[in-house]
């Protein structure tokens, strides 16, 4: 008899704990969808004026090299830089909606598009120029991708690589400071890597 009244016990806890679960999700779905309302009612905004990025190509050493890999790189940054990128950062397509619009979502999309590719272009880049025994140039790309805010962890890798070859420990503590304002999911492993190659 004990038994059966702690089961009943037990099982009215669990009752308890399951609406009160159901009862926080369902809020929590009721407000994104609210919130997803206004968004899509949100007027067009003007975004002529925001922070879009240009693609330095007169400091990369755009048709010096013989290289395959290197010429498609290049084809690829010459023709995004004639496109508009954008790091929109982790915003969510409400977000974007939100402030920018839902009329401007699509080319918002667009844009941050641009700048993925941008981003995974530079490490692509920066490694076949490594290899070719250009560790300046490469520098170069890598810190230009550093500078707009790239997430790849390849980026900040391969550039602590060039620091350390030089002896300068100092940058790579200016690249872990970067890395720790990213907003990102790759931000943990990035520090985590970075500071191993400080250690080593």
Not at 73 to 85: V, Y
Not at 137 to 166: C, H, M, P, R
Not at 178 to 183: C, G, H, P, R, S
């Amino acid at each position: 008899m004990r038994f059966l009244g702690l089961f009943i016990i037990i099982c009215s806890i669990l009752s308890l704990l399951r609406k009160k679960h159901t009862k926080r999700q369902n809020n929590i779905s009721d407000k994104f969808w609210e919130k997803e309302r206004i968004a899509n009612q949100t007027r067009r905004q003007d975004i002529r004026d925001l922070p879009y990025i240009t693609i330095p190509l007169e400091k990369f050493p755009i048709g010096i090299l013989e290289n395959d890999t290197i010429k498609e790189c290049e084809n690829i940054l010459s023709e995004l830089s004639e496109k508009r990128i954008l790091n929109l950062g982790t915003q969510t397509n409400t977000d974007l909606k939100l402030a920018y619009g839902s009329a401007n979502l699509s080319s918002l999309t667009e844009y941050e598009q641009n700048f993925t590719t941008l981003c995974q272009t530079l490490v692509t880049y920066a490694s076949a120029l490594l290899s070719e025994e250009q560790p300046s140039s490469a520098q170069t790309v890598l810190e230009y991708g550093i500078s707009i805010g790239s997430d790849v962890s390849q980026n900040f890798l391969l550039l602590a690589d060039i620091y350390k070859s030089q002896g300068a420990v100092g940058k790579i503590e200016e690249l872990i400071a970067t890395a720790e304002q990213l907003d990102s999911l790759m931000k943990h492993s990035i520090l985590e890597k970075l500071n191993q190659k400080l250690e080593e």
